[in-house]
């Protein structure tokens, strides 16, 4: 089976990267076309598979039919569409507007992806091409979201009554998942000290990450007399932040680190908490559930409703100190269990399982 991939993410995470790995052990054959505008700004090298085309610039960003004719002239050079059985499109503007025209000239059928963008940028911010978003839905074989909160979330606020039915049944949730090394490496359960709690936070420092909400969480535990420090570790983002968390005693700061060094960080440490104003997925998440940790995330956002509620942390309101502080002693009171169940329930981010589930849906769409 062939599959085309248009994937506009590829280059900035390596988590795609994984998952066509996996689905070329399952024996799918892939190709991975990735628009761009500058190749240079990646994290990865791109396998023999992947073809990287720099078709568009800056500027057409801004105008996204010139920008969409631009892409879609560069797939048709670069492939010939009619040899593929199906094309995954992994956002729904950029990419599964792609696919959908494409699929509507050559007659191959596509599954499209919605993502954090597509949410709160697209559908949010760009009213006149809501209906492009529908459209593409509506004409997918299947839609994926990453979770059940934006499925409800785009389904609710976005998506026409007259339409909702016809998309609602396509629909799946599918999580991403982590590397390898995560599970390669679990620890068993840890415990907690209970006079001091150790947080710990990865991921860029900005605004949308919500740290400063954070730290008047700890205010809050320090009023009852609970002693709490902080790691946080990642790429500056916004100075001003920063220098506020920098100058704050409890808190201690790194830089990007190797998976393996954040790995015996996240081991040192008792939860993680990040309540991001916004959040498609989060990796981190994952990534600490499965050395341990329990976790505080965002109500409403990427990952709630991942697993029931109080089983490996809880959601919080990213505007309440006094709610996250209070969840994080509920995790502190029964941390054990809190810990364990992270940690094999961590395993629904296996990429194994999960290019599995994609291979079935793959298979099925052909077979029609």
Request: charged share 25%.
């Amino acid at each position: 089976m062939k599959v085309l991939h248009i994937n506009c993410n590829y280059l900035g995470t390596a988590l795609h990267q994984l998952m066509i790995e996996e689905l070329d052990s399952l024996g799918i054959d892939n190709d991975v076309f990735v628009p761009t505008y500058d190749s240079s700004r990646k994290v990865i090298e791109p396998n023999g598979n992947v073809q990287v085309s720099e078709c568009f610039n800056r500027r057409d960003r801004t105008i996204f039919d010139h920008k969409q004719h631009k892409i879609i002239e560069a797939v048709e050079d670069h492939y010939n569409i009619k040899k593929y059985d199906l094309i995954h499109a992994y956002t729904l503007f950029t990419d599964g507007n792609c696919a959908r025209v494409l699929s509507e000239k050559y007659g191959v059928p596509y599954v499209v992806a919605v993502r954090n963008t597509d949410v709160n940028d697209f559908f949010k911010k760009m009213i006149h091409l809501r209906s492009r978003g529908i459209r593409t839905m509506k004409g997918a074989t299947e839609v994926f979201f990453l979770s059940e909160p934006y499925r409800e979330q785009v389904m609710v606020k976005y998506v026409p009554k007259s339409s909702r039915h016809i998309i609602e049944t396509k629909t799946k949730v599918i999580p991403n998942g982590i590397d390898h090394f995560w599970f390669n490496n679990c620890p068993t359960a840890s415990s907690i000290h209970k006079e001091h709690i150790k947080l710990v936070y990865a991921g860029v420092i900005d605004k949308n990450k919500n740290i400063m909400t954070t730290l008047s969480a700890m205010d809050c535990l320090e009023n009852k007399g609970i002693e709490v420090s902080l790691t946080v570790v990642g790429r500056v983002a916004d100075q001003s932040i920063f220098r506020k968390i920098n100058c704050d005693k409890r808190v201690t700061y790194m830089e990007p680190v190797k998976k393996e060094e954040l790995m015996n960080i996240y081991r040192s440490c008792d939860i993680f908490v990040m309540p991001s104003i916004h959040e498609s997925f989060g990796l981190v998440y994952a990534e600490a559930m499965s050395q341990g940790l329990p976790v505080i995330y965002t109500k409403d956002q990427g990952f709630d409703g991942q697993f029931p509620e109080g089983t490996i942390g809880y959601h919080v309101r990213p505007d309440s100190p006094k709610d996250i502080a209070e969840k994080i002693e509920l995790i502190v009171n029964n941390y054990d269990s809190f810990s364990k169940s992270a940690i094999e329930k961590a395993e629904k981010f296996n990429w194994g399982q999960i290019a599995r589930d994609y291979f079935d849906i793959y298979k099925l769409i052909a077979a029609k």
